[in-house]
């Protein structure tokens, strides 16, 4: 089967594009400039002389008609959008996350249906962010799930840069869903929402200053910053790890069942102190390192503090036997330890 892509030098799309190749589909990938095409074409080199994977250069996503080329590409079935904005170093929320993350997904689905009639389903990637309500973060009475919509509204974006991220992905899937309606196209859409991701790196990068944005924080607890500075706020109690993520992208496609749902990937909650424990029993030269658990930004809220979440339908759509907290955050860190060592 083919598969088309986007952002495939991203910190979930190379996950993604890993299990893709490692299951003999053939894939399409997007990157922004040659010198993300570079490590892609070298980690893969084998796929590449073989045909079975291809990288196109979007520059900006955010131009009229930014996908045309890739999708001349012949016979594409299945497309995975991922490209979008997910990093807090704007001046400008509207130009440098809002507009890429929302014209970036209309145009793909308008350069797909207009150019590959071979597509059957397109699976965007939102987020956790498209459906949060803040209102009820602190409900144990309420249990999120796909049926919820962020109520942010434009005029929200200029009041923090968490504010700014949500809106662009909660507008981004509100364009896609939109779009199947109004366009009746002949492929069905289905929408991947994660909580924070972590996990280990399968994308190439320089130095561990160029980490991603949900995996920054354990950068933090391993170089020691935790212990320095405290505990960080977790902000959002609930997780997943990345190759549970990549998984449920390829599940998604392929299960007829997803087609026209939203799913909440998660596994559940998790705290800072979860963190902190794993990394003090695998990496006992990082012991010293690490802050003190059970302080308010190390635990959970009381249960008569906090809302639940409900992940049923991922689990039994998508089949995700959820990656625990532990095995993920010592995952990560020895992942990290390869671009700057930390162990
Ligand atoms: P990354 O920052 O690693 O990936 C973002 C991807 O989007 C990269 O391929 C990046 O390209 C591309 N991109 C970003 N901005 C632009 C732009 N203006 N034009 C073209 N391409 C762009 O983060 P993730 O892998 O975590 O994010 C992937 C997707 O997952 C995003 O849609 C994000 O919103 C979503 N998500 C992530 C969560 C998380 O906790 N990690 C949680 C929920 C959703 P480049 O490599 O060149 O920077």
Redesign the pocket.
């Known amino acids: 089967t083919k598969f088309l892509l986007t ?7 190379a996950h993604i594009l890993e299990q893709l190749l490692e299951a003999g589909h053939t894939v399409v990938t997007t ?3 040659e010198p ?1 095409a570079a490590p892609i074409r070298k980690a893969h080199a084998n796929d590449i002389s073989s045909g079975k994977l291809e990288v196109f250069i979007v520059p ?3 131009a009229p008609g930014a996908f045309d080329n890739v999708v001349k590409s012949p016979n594409i079935e299945l497309v995975l959008h ?6 807090y170093k704007f001046s400008d929320p509207q130009t440098e996350l809002l507009d ?1 993350a929302i014209n ?1 997904t209309t145009s793909i689905l308008r350069a797909v249906t207009a150019s590959c009639p071979t597509v059957k389903r397109v699976v965007i ?1 939102s ?3 498209s459906i949060i309500n803040d209102t009820y973060i602190t409900d144990p009475n309420f249990t999120f799930s796909e049926k919820d919509w962020n109520p942010i509204t434009p005029d929200q974006i200029y009041t923090s840069k968490a504010n700014a991220y949500r809106a662009s ?1 909660t507008f981004a899937e509100m364009s896609a869903w939109k779009f199947v309606e109004e366009e009746k196209p002949g492929w069905d859409l289905a929408t991947i929402c ?4 972590f996990g280990p790196l399968a ?1 190439h990068i320089d130095s561990l200053l160029e980490v ?3 995996n920054e924080r354990i950068v933090g607890l391993a170089e020691g910053h935790w212990k320095e500075n405290g505990i960080p706020p977790t902000a959002v109690y609930f997780w997943v790890d990345v190759r549970d993520v990549a998984k449920a992208h390829i599940q998604a496609t392929l299960v007829s069942e997803a087609g026209g749902k939203r799913f909440l990937v998660t596994a559940g909650y998790f705290c800072h102190d979860d963190m902190v424990e794993a990394v003090g029993k695998e990496f006992p030269s990082l012991k010293e390192k690490l802050p003190q658990v059970g302080t308010e930004n190390g635990v959970l809220p009381p249960a008569d503090k906090i809302c639940k979440v409900d992940n049923e339908r991922a689990t039994k759509v998508l089949g995700i036997d959820w990656i625990g907290i532990g095995k993920s955050t010592v995952d990560t860190v020895k992942s990290l330890d390869k671009v700057d060592k930390l162990i």
């Open positions: 952002g495939g030098s991203g910190f979930i799309a990157v922004r400039s993300k900006d996503i955010n991922t490209a979008s904005p997910f990093h890429p970036g990637t987020s956790f962010a992905k994660p909580p924070l991701v994308h991603n944005t949900s």
